[in-house]
């Protein structure tokens, strides 16, 4: 558990923390399977609306549920993420210091 995990870990948070800001921007690359598939049927049904003139307002609230709830997850991933860089450093920095303390000097 050292360096290497640490970089491991930062690659991961900058690819997650990408993924939500492309949720922000209402991107659908970063969304599971279950959620695109949600996502379209939402859209199918919002553009059924259309084609029969009624309002789209529900498929439209279903759309922005689903986003939401894809960028909470994305949060959840984030925070767990820095949560397990912050107890792999402090690890780190307790190994150094035992190493450190018995030493000869």
Known sequence: MGNSDIR????EIRA???KLEAVRRGEWWPLTSRERLAMTRAMASGARS???GRSTTGAEDRMDS????AEMRLNAELTALHGERQRLITEA??????RK????F
């Not at 689903?66 to 709830?69: D, F, L, V, Y």
């Not at 920095?93 to 035992?98: F, G, P, S, V």
């Open 93 to 98: 920095a307790r190994d150094k210091a035992k």
């Open 8 to 11: 491991r870990l930062d690659r």
């Open 16 to 18: 997650t923390t990408k």
């Open 50 to 52: 259309v084609h029969r």
């Open 66 to 69: 689903i986003g939401s709830a």
């Open 101 to 104: 303390s018995s030493g000869w």
